[in-house]
Structures are given as structure tokens and as C-alpha cells.
């Protein structure tokens, strides 16, 4: 099946910028997803691409896509305090959210 | 709108008894899925349905039961929980093949 890695925890400064990586295996995926989720919550969905694009950016969030190394990274620039979560990356072979396979989650740990 | 609701948040059962996770929504959503959450696994996918009257396998259905007798609703069942169903389960909802999939806040089960 499908397999979607990300490595566990990352802790960076508040203001600096921080940037979150995913690899996956599947080469079809059609649609590469970020959930966001804050403690004793669901996921929340912060911005998606479609595969035949290669950025996307929304406000303080920035998404890279390359397909031929199977990768996709988050960026979030000025982090903030309140950016402290776990994201997850995900990955869906048919257009829209249903059925998606998902990582393993990074930690965002962001220090004062 | 009160989105996905899932009760309850918190349960504790001992091997071999049987419980329902409930899971209902509001927003008229055709598409309704149980996932699992589990340390260093992501969430997997336990069973979906695209409509009232269908149901499908996810990834990791066996000892899972799922029925979808409306649209709003779509109760989860243990039938004889065993330790390895200790997992944090969450229910997800989205209009067929939208990018966006609204989980509720999940049910903390441990099975001892």
C-alpha cells in the first residue's frame, strides 16, 4: 500500500521560519494534503496541491511539491507560538479527501 | 453547525466487551470515514461510506463493524475489543470528492 513518511519532531524559535517534510511512494497520487492538530482535537485541513503543481503558497504557508523525488515540504513563515501542533501530510490517488492515506506526523515544537 | 460530532470522548473497556463509537454530522455530507489514530503510525483508515446504505474496507477493518442507515450518522462498532484496538478513533466527513475532510475530536478507547 501506500506508504507517507515525515519525521517526528521539529522545534524552531518564534519568528523564525520552519519547514516540514513528507516523502510518499505512490506516484499517482493525485492530491497532497497538510493537516494541522492542536492537543485534544481533530485535523484540521491548512492548504492542499494538486499534483501538476509545483508551489502553492496561502499567507504564511508554502507548499513544495516535487514529484520526481516524491516530496512535499510545508513551509510556515514568522512561526508563531500558536503554530505549535502536529501536521500531517497525506495523499490521495482520487480527486478529493476520501480514502487518504496519511503520515506519521511532525511534532512543531515553537519556543519563545 | 455544530460539524462532526463524536461521543463519547473518553471510554475504557475490558477485553471481550463489545461498544458503539457514534459518530453524526450535520452539513449533509454524503462521504463519512472512521480513522485511527495511533503513536508513530499516522492515521489509518478503518471503514467509509460514500451514502446512506453503503459501506466499504478501509486499511484496517477487521474487528470493526460499520453501518450508514442515514446520512448523518455513522455509529462505529466493536464487536469483542482486544488490547490492540487501544487507539484515539476519529470520525472525518466531506462532500464526495471535495479537498476538504472535517474530523471531529476524537474518542480516547483503551482496552484492558
Known amino acids: 500500500g501506500e506508504d507517507v513518511e515525515q519525521s517526528l519532531f521539529l522545534s524552531v524559535r518564534e519568528g523564525d521560519s520552519s519547514v516540514i517534510n513528507c516523502t510518499y511512494t505512490?506516484?499517482?497520487?493525485?492530491?497532497l494534503y497538510w493537516y494541522k492538530q492542536e492537543p485534544g482535537a481533530g485535523l484540521q485541513l491548512l492548504t492542499y496541491?494538486?499534483?501538476?503543481?509545483d508551489m502553492k503558497q496561502d499567507q504564511r504557508l508554502t507548499v513544495l511539491l516535487n514529484k520526481k523525488d516524491k516530496h512535499l515540504s510545508l513551509r510556515i513563515a514568522d512561526t508563531q507560538t500558536g503554530d505549535s501542533a502536529i501536521y500531517f501530510c497525506?495523499?490521495?490517488?482520487?480527486?478529493?479527501?476520501?480514502?487518504?492515506?496519511f503520515g506519521t506526523g511532525t511534532r512543531l515544537t515553537v519556543i519563545p | 453547525n455544530a460539524g462532526v460530532t463524536q461521543t463519547p470522548k473518553f471510554q475504557v473497556l475490558k477485553t471481550g466487551q463489545s461498544m458503539t463509537l457514534q459518530c453524526a454530522q450535520d452539513?449533509?455530507?454524503?462521504?463519512m470515514s472512521w480513522y485511527r489514530q495511533d503513536p508513530g503510525m499516522g492515521l489509518r483508515l478503518i471503514h467509509y461510506?460514500?451514502?446512506?446504505?453503503?459501506?466499504d474496507q478501509g486499511e484496517v477493518p477487521n474487528g470493526y463493524n460499520v453501518s450508514r442507515s442515514t446520512t448523518e450518522d455513522f455509529p462505529l462498532r466493536l464487536l469483542s475489543a482486544a488490547p490492540s484496538q487501544t487507539s484515539v478513533y476519529f470520525c472525518?466527513?466531506?462532500?464526495?470528492?471535495?479537498?476538504?475532510?472535517?474530523f471531529g475530536s476524537g474518542t480516547q478507547l483503551s482496552v484492558l
Open positions: 472525518a466527513s466531506s462532500y464526495f470528492g471535495d479537498e476538504k475532510l472535517f
Open positions: 505512490d506516484s499517482s497520487s493525485t492530491y
Open positions: 496541491i494538486f499534483s501538476n503543481m
Open positions: 497525506a495523499e490521495s490517488i482520487f480527486k478529493g479527501a476520501n480514502n487518504l492515506f
Open positions: 452539513m449533509n455530507h454524503e462521504y
Open positions: 461510506s460514500v451514502g446512506a446504505g453503503i459501506t
